[in-house]
């Protein structure tokens, strides 16, 4: 069960959690980095002010003071995800570390294109390096909503989900070259291709990264997927303005509105957790939904622009279409295997879990609970075949005695002996031998009827004697057992119970007319010892 507490602990809002996610989380200060996002956000909303006043002032968007104001809002941005994240439990840390994979990398970007233009002749080339970070910055986004960032998820999932990641980025960086403006397939169009293309994805993300959010039951994975859907929202609804204003010269003001993601961002992480969000929690079927459903999106999303490559480069196209295939198979694949081992290793836990629990730990043979469920099933299987079924009590002769004079330890060690000895003995088929209880054993004999039964009592009684286990104050001066008999028709209607009670009267009998000897329940049922056997036992048992 979650439960969340928010707080106020030394003047800081602070979050209590325990996670059904593979990630544990638990009381963590979630609010505790309170003071640097705070100053970060301060620092960023200055230079958001004075990049407004600039777009105010009308400075061109694209003029140095407008560029380097929104790279350095993006560095506040990557600092402040770093600062958010190094205040985060340790088993989330490594999720931040992909959001400061993203706005770093669109930092870089924004940084390269801004060289180009420094740098005369050599722009050109710093022009194509930012066009490869505009798709780097598909890898982390890529990844960040098809990883459930799941400790126990296989290793090669998570190189299949970067794999396809790194597949995307490629494609993009790949249709971008080859339509951009001076590329091999471009056309008046073209850029118009490349904007849609760019628009497509980001708004995916956006959307993505919300299902994420409403899929997670650790409130610090929500957190993450709350501040990375706001960012990228806001982004992607930027870009797609910024990209088609661009087309007709941009106003001043587009400069500060691309800064507005990076602002919310930070804005997000330096405020307290919106109640709503830690009020909010999935139910196990809506993960796992969700959990299924983000990796097909990102497979069928890469193929689709695999496709759209291929109009242009064909073999890459198709390359990539066919990885995407391949790669969401071997995911599919993986996770298949992993779920069969582990409903197998499952299974083997229950078969475990259920001979222990019908086995006696004294004496390792089968215990009561076992008895009843056998006895009925071998009524019931032979009733077809018209066949009777044998039930041995059997007890040990004056063991309160043994006890007594030899010590509860060797008490115990006697019981395991006769457990092994009435075990070990020849009985037929699918019989079971079961301590009852105390001193006292069970032996079922299917297709077993009276006389065969007794011969098997006398048997045992035999096997008994023969192990001599020294017991003085028994008339023989060993170990002795007693045996009441009982057999029933198989059928499936005959009461198990009826037979218990029958072999357990005879077994009263057999000790009441004088120990270690076999009598059988029923009319005409007589008390015999096994030939040359004294029966001269005190009538004692009670
Ligand atoms: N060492 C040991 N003793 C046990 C265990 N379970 C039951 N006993 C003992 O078995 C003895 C059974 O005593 P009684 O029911 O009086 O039967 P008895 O002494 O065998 O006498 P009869 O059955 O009349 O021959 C008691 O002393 C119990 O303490 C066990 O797991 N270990």
């Keep these: 069960m979650g439960y969340l507490s928010r707080r106020r602990r030394g003047g800081r809002h602070a979050l209590k959690t325990d996670s059904s996610d593979s990630i544990v989380a638990i009381a963590v200060p979630i609010g505790s980095q309170g003071a640097h996002p705070v100053r970060l956000l301060l620092l960023a909303t200055a230079l958001f002010v004075v990049?407004?006043?600039?777009?105010?002032?009308?400075?061109?968007?694209?003029?140095?003071?407008?560029?380097?104001?929104?790279?350095?809002?993006?560095?506040?941005?990557?600092?402040?995800?770093?600062?958010?994240?190094?205040?985060?439990?340790?088993?989330?840390?490594?999720?931040?570390?992909?959001?400061?994979?993203?706005?770093?990398?669109?930092?870089?970007?924004?940084?390269?294109?801004?060289?180009?233009?420094?740098?005369?002749d050599a722009g050109d080339v710093i022009g194509r390096i930012a066009v490869v970070?505009?798709?780097?910055?598909?890898?982390?986004?890529?990844?960040?909503?098809?990883?459930?960032?799941?400790?126990?998820?296989?290793?090669?999932v998570t190189l299949v989900d970067l794999a396809l990641s790194a597949l995307v980025a490629a494609l993009l960086v790949s249709l971008i070259f080859n339509l951009m403006p001076g590329g091999p397939h471009a056309s008046p169009t073209s850029i118009l291709v490349i904007i849609q293309h760019a628009d497509a994805i980001d708004f995916s993300l956006?959307?993505?990264?919300?299902?994420?959010?409403?899929?997670?039951?650790?409130?610090?994975?929500?957190?993450?997927?709350?501040?990375?859907?706001?960012?990228?929202?806001?982004?992607?609804?930027?870009?797609?303005?910024?990209?088609?204003?661009?087309l007709s010269g941009l106003p001043p003001w587009t400069g500060p509105m691309i800064s507005v993601a990076y602002v919310a961002l930070i804005v997000v992480l330096a405020r307290p957790v919106p109640l709503w969000l830690?009020?909010?929690?999935?139910?196990?079927?809506?993960?796992?939904?969700?959990?299924?459903?983000?990796?097909?999106?990102?497979?069928?999303?890469?193929?689709?622009?695999?496709?759209?490559?291929?109009?242009?480069?064909?073999?890459?196209?198709?390359?990539?279409?066919?990885?995407?295939?391949?790669?969401?198979?071997?995911?599919?694949?993986?996770?298949?295997?992993?779920?069969?081992?582990?409903?197998?290793a499952a299974q083997l836990r229950n078969q475990n879990l259920q001979q222990q629990l019908g086995r006696d730990p004294l004496t390792g043979?089968?215990?009561?609970?076992?008895?009843?469920?056998?006895?009925?099933?071998?009524?019931?299987?032979?009733?077809?075949?018209?066949?009777?079924?044998?039930?041995?009590?059997?007890?040990?002769?004056?063991?309160?005695?043994?006890?007594?004079s030899r010590g509860h330890l060797a008490g115990d060690e006697c019981l395991c002996r006769v457990a092994h000895v009435l075990a070990a003995q020849p009985l037929p088929r699918d019989s079971l031998v079961a301590r009852y209880g105390g001193e006292e054993f069970a032996v079922v004999l299917p297709a077993t009827d009276a006389t065969a039964a007794r011969a098997i009592a006398e048997h045992l009684i035999d096997a008994m004697e023969r192990l001599c286990i020294p017991h003085p104050q028994s008339p023989t001066g060993?170990?002795?057992?007693?045996?009441?008999?009982?057999?029933?028709?198989?059928?499936?209607?005959?009461?198990?119970?009826?037979?218990?009670?029958?072999a357990d009267q005879a077994l009263y009998r057999a000790k009441?007319?004088?120990?270690?000897?076999?009598?059988?329940?029923?009319?005409?049922?007589?008390?015999?010892?096994?030939?040359?056997?004294?029966?001269?036992?005190?009538?004692?048992?009670?």
């Design 365 to 404: 043979i089968a215990n009561r609970a076992m008895l009843e469920p056998r006895l009925r099933d071998t009524l019931r299987e032979g009733a077809p075949r018209g066949t009777s079924c044998s039930l041995l009590m059997i007890d040990i002769d004056l063991f309160k005695q043994f006890n007594d």
């Design 512 to 542: 009441r007319e004088g120990r270690n000897r076999c009598v059988a329940a029923g009319n005409g049922a007589e008390a015999t010892g096994p030939s040359g056997r004294p029966s001269s036992l005190p009538a004692n048992h009670a």
């Design 51 to 120: 990049q407004a006043l600039l777009a105010g002032l009308g400075v061109d968007a694209h003029a140095p003071a407008p560029s380097w104001l929104f790279m350095s809002v993006q560095a506040v941005t990557v600092a402040a995800v770093l600062v958010y994240r190094r205040n985060e439990p340790k088993p989330f840390t490594p999720i931040w570390l992909w959001l400061t994979a993203a706005t770093g990398m669109q930092l870089i970007w924004a940084g390269t294109n801004v060289l180009a233009t420094y740098v005369g």
């Design 478 to 502: 060993y170990l002795t057992i007693s045996i009441g008999l009982a057999t029933a028709r198989c059928h499936p209607s005959t009461d198990p119970m009826e037979l218990i009670e029958g």
């Design 278 to 344: 830690s009020r909010y929690r999935p139910g196990r079927r809506t993960v796992q939904t969700i959990n299924a459903f983000a990796p097909v999106v990102l497979a069928l999303g890469t193929l689709l622009l695999a496709v759209s490559v291929s109009r242009f480069d064909f073999g890459l196209g198709m390359l990539g279409a066919a990885a995407s295939v391949v790669l969401y198979a071997m995911r599919v694949a993986f996770i298949q295997s992993r779920s069969q081992d582990m409903q197998r």
């Design 206 to 246: 956006a959307a993505m990264a919300t299902l994420r959010m409403f899929g997670t039951r650790s409130l610090h994975k929500r957190f993450f997927y709350f501040a990375t859907a706001t960012f990228l929202w806001i982004n992607a609804a930027a870009a797609w303005a910024y990209n088609r204003l661009e």
């Design 133 to 156: 970070f505009s798709g780097l910055y598909m890898l982390p986004c890529m990844y960040i909503i098809a990883s459930s960032f799941d400790r126990r998820e296989p290793r090669v």
